[in-house]
C-alpha cells in the first residue's frame, strides 16, 4: 500500500514538475516577447536629430553624385567646346562677309532690274522705219536681253546666299545652344559645389551637437553605474567596461564624414556593449513615481543611428505634464544615498525588502526631510523635477524594466 501510494505520488510530482517547466517556457517566451517589444531608439529628440543628419547625409550624397556627373560629361564636351567656340567666331566672319557680298549684290540686283525696266520703256517707243533706228532697236533690245539675263543670275546669286546666310545661323544658333548648356552646366557644377561646402559644415556642426547630446547620455547612464558600484547594488564588470569604452572611443573618432557606414544600416554594426543582466519582475504592482508623466526613453537595447554604437539603458526617462513635480517613492523603504551630482543632479536610491532598489535621478532638488537612514512610506514625496526623471530599478545585481512595477 505505502508503494502504491509512493508511486502515485512520484507520478504527481512529475506531472507536477512538467506543469512547472512548461508555465516556465511560457512566461520566459513571454517574457523575452515583451523585452523584445521594450527595445526602442533614443529619446524623441536625439532621434529626430539622428534623422535630420541622415536626411543630409544622403543629400549630400546625392549631391557628390551630380557633381561626379556634371565633372565626367564636362570632362568630354570640353575639347568640342573649344572647337564650337573656334568654329562659332569662324561663323560670325563668314557671316560678316556674306552679308557684305548679299548688300553688294542686292545693289547691283536692283540696277539691273531698273536698268531692264528703263530699256523695256525704251523699247516700246515707236521708231522711225530706217536703217538707224532699226539698229538701235538691236542694240537697245540687246542690252535688255543682256540685262534680264543678269538679273536672273544675280536673283540666283542672291537666293543661294541668302540660304548660305541662313544655313551659318542656324549652324550658330545650335552652337551657341550647346555652348550656352555647358556653360549653365558649369555654373550649376560650381552652385552644387558651393552648396555641398555648406551642407558639409552644417553637417559637422549637426553631428558635433548630437556626439555631446550622446556623450551626455552615455556619461549619465556611467555616473549611475559607477553609483550603483560604489553602494554594492550592482557590480561592473570592468573588461567589459573597457571593451565598451574602446568601442565608443572608436565610432567618436570616425573623421569620415560620407560613407556606406554613416547611412542607416544599423543592423550591420557590431560595437561592444555592455548589455545589462535583466530579470522579469514578480512582485506587487505599485504606483509610479510621478502623477501625470509620458515615456521619452524606453528600457532596452538600441543601436545609435549616426555612431552605430549599442547602448542598453537599464532605466526609463519620464517627463512630468506639470513643472517642478514631485517626485515619489513606490515602496516603503530606507534611503541609502540622497545627494547631488554633477552629470545626473540630484540622486535619490531607496532599499526595499527582497533585495529591490529603486533609482530616482535628475531630481532638481531632493525633499529636505530625505536623508541617507531615513525609512519612507509608499507615495512620500522624496524631491522634484522640472523636465526628466530617470527611473531604475535593480533587484539583487539584476536591473528590471521600471514600467513593470506600475499598475
Not at 564624414?257 to 544599423?266: A, E, F, H, R, T
Not at 543632479?345 to 533609482?359: A, E, M, P, Y
Not at 531615513?374 to 545585481?397: C, D, M, P
Amino acid at each position: 500500500m505505502i508503494r502504491l501510494f509512493l508511486v502515485f505520488a512520484l507520478i504527481f510530482s512529475l506531472l507536477d514538475a512538467k506543469t512547472d517547466i512548461d508555465t516556465q517556457i511560457k512566461q520566459t517566451s513571454k517574457r523575452l516577447s515583451s523585452f523584445s517589444k521594450s527595445y526602442t531608439s533614443i529619446n524623441k529628440k536625439m532621434s529626430q536629430n539622428a534623422k535630420a543628419i541622415l536626411k543630409q547625409k544622403q543629400a549630400i550624397l546625392k549631391g557628390q553624385k551630380e557633381i561626379e556627373d556634371l565633372t565626367s560629361e564636362l570632362k568630354e564636351k570640353e575639347s568640342k567646346y573649344k572647337e564650337n567656340i573656334v568654329t562659332l567666331k569662324k561663323l560670325e566672319v563668314t557671316q560678316k562677309d556674306l552679308a557684305k557680298e548679299q548688300q553688294k549684290i542686292e545693289n547691283e540686283l536692283i540696277f539691273t532690274i531698273a536698268q531692264s525696266v528703263s530699256l523695256s520703256v525704251i523699247l516700246e517707243e515707236e521708231y522711225a522705219v530706217n536703217e538707224k533706228s532699226l539698229i538701235e532697236f538691236e542694240v537697245l533690245k540687246e542690252m535688255l536681253n543682256r540685262s534680264k539675263a543678269k538679273a536672273k543670275k544675280l536673283n540666283k546669286k542672291f537666293y543661294n546666299t541668302s540660304k548660305n546666310i541662313t544655313s551659318l545661323s542656324n549652324e550658330a544658333s545650335s552652337l551657341e545652344k550647346q555652348i550656352a548648356s555647358i556653360d549653365a552646366k558649369r555654373k550649376k557644377l560650381i552652385s552644387i559645389q558651393k552648396r555641398n561646402k555648406k551642407a558639409l559644415k552644417k553637417l559637422e556642426r549637426s553631428k558635433l551637437a548630437y556626439k555631446k547630446e550622446l556623450k551626455k547620455l552615455l556619461k549619465k547612464q556611467d555616473t549611475l553605474k559607477r553609483t550603483l558600484s560604489k553602494l554594492n547594488i550592482i557590480k561592473i564588470d570592468e573588461a567589459k567596461k573597457a571593451k565598451e569604452e574602446a568601442a565608443r572611443k572608436k565610432a567618436f573618432r570616425a573623421k569620415k564624414i560620407i560613407s556606406d557606414q554613416d547611412l542607416p544600416k544599423v543592423k550591420k554594426h557590431g560595437s561592444s556593449y555592455q548589455r545589462a543582466k535583466t530579470k522579469r519582475y514578480r512582485g506587487p504592482k505599485t504606483i509610479a513615481p510621478l502623477d501625470r508623466y509620458s515615456i521619452i526613453k524606453k528600457y532596452g537595447t538600441y543601436t545609435d543611428p549616426i555612431y552605430g554604437i549599442k547602448v542598453f539603458n537599464e532605466s526609463i526617462s519620464l517627463k512630468p505634464k506639470r513643472a517642478n513635480a514631485k517626485v515619489k517613492t513606490v515602496f516603503n523603504g530606507k534611503v541609502i544615498y540622497a545627494d547631488k551630482t554633477a552629470v545626473l543632479d540630484n540622486i535619490v536610491i531607496i532599499q526595499h525588502k527582497n533585495g529591490l532598489h529603486t533609482i530616482y535621478a535628475n531630481l532638481s532638488k531632493i525633499a529636505p526631510n530625505i536623508k541617507k537612514g531615513k525609512r519612507v512610506k509608499k507615495g512620500s514625496t522624496i524631491g522634484r523635477v522640472k523636465n526628466e526623471l530617470v527611473f531604475e530599478v535593480t533587484q539583487k545585481s539584476y536591473h528590471i524594466n521600471p514600467i513593470r512595477l506600475f499598475k
